[in-house]
């Protein structure tokens, strides 16, 4: 089965309990409740009208990189409602809500990270720009794909910083699938750019371990040890984390030399 038919099934069969949930947050909860779509992933590339996951399934080296949360992630179509208040209607939007991330993928994304600038993303994009160019010069023989995930699935329709309790206990009651997303697309390396949101690493993990890496404290750069997976993966500071340009650059340049 085509890895994102394998996306499909997982993300099918948690859908309509996710939806009900969140539709219910939307309905009743205040302004700065209101949850986004959820963050779901897609490895398609259309070439010719023709879906193709090549790009992804039959690179040297798969790299997935998570942020905390993406807030604001709806569509602007009529099957998404008006925003910020989404429309959670379980017939007819998990499609379309993977085809944002297709859609964002095709307009910014490229072998030596995303060209997006905007307001929204731009930050943890400078970030994960940075770590791109880091590891596809250590490996220069390689064809490396690069993945953006989130830990946290689910964020706010508007604002930023954490969504808060309501919808995040909403994810981990209904939509709890980054270990399967991961058993699915099998990355060979993980980057966390989710600075203080290990309580989150340890909802999908909770024996997960971290450990200093380098001169660096735990807090800042951390090798973490995932149960059940025997791939390298690092945590990070966020990329608005408010330390220097040559901070953030350092613990991504300790990161890589350890790979």
């Known amino acids: 089965m085509k890895l994102n038919e394998q996306l499909k099934s997982l993300y099918s069969s948690k859908w309509k309990d996710t939806c009900t949930a969140l539709q219910t947050l939307t309905d009743t909860g205040p302004a700065v409740t209101k949850p986004s779509y959820p963050f779901l ?4 590339k259309w070439e010719n009208d023709q879906p ?6 039959d690179a040297d080296l798969k790299v997935m990189i998570f942020g905390k949360e993406t807030n604001s992630w709806f569509g602007k179509c009529d099957d998404f409602g008006t925003p910020p208040s989404p429309v959670f209607n379980p017939d007819v939007t998990m ?3 993977m085809g944002l991330y297709e859609n964002f993928y095709a307009t910014y994304y490229k072998p030596s990270g995303f060209s997006y600038n905007g307001t929204r993303y731009g930050t943890f994009h400078y970030g994960f720009n940075h770590f791109v160019s880091l590891l596809n010069a250590r490996f220069p023989n390689k064809r490396i794909a690069y993945l953006w995930n989130n830990i946290v699935k689910v964020g706010k329709a508007e604002g930023s910083g954490f969504c808060g309790n309501e919808i995040y206990d909403a994810q981990k009651q209904h939509f709890m699938v980054i270990r399967e997303e991961i058993d699915i697309l099998k990355p060979d390396l993980i980057l966390f750019l989710t ?13 997960a371990k971290f450990t200093a890496l380098s001169s660096f404290s735990v807090n800042d750069v951390a090798k973490v040890s995932l149960p059940g997976l025997n791939i390298p993966a690092y945590r990070t500071n966020h990329p608005s984390a408010r330390i220097s340009k040559e901070e953030k650059e350092a613990r991504l340049e300790t990161i890589v030399n350890d790979i």
């Open 41 to 44: 992933l897609s490895v398609v």
């Open 195 to 207: 600075g203080n949101y290990d309580r989150q690493i340890l909802d999908c993990w909770n024996e």
């Open 52 to 57: 193709d996951e090549n790009w992804y399934a």
């Open 95 to 97: 499609e379309a809500v």
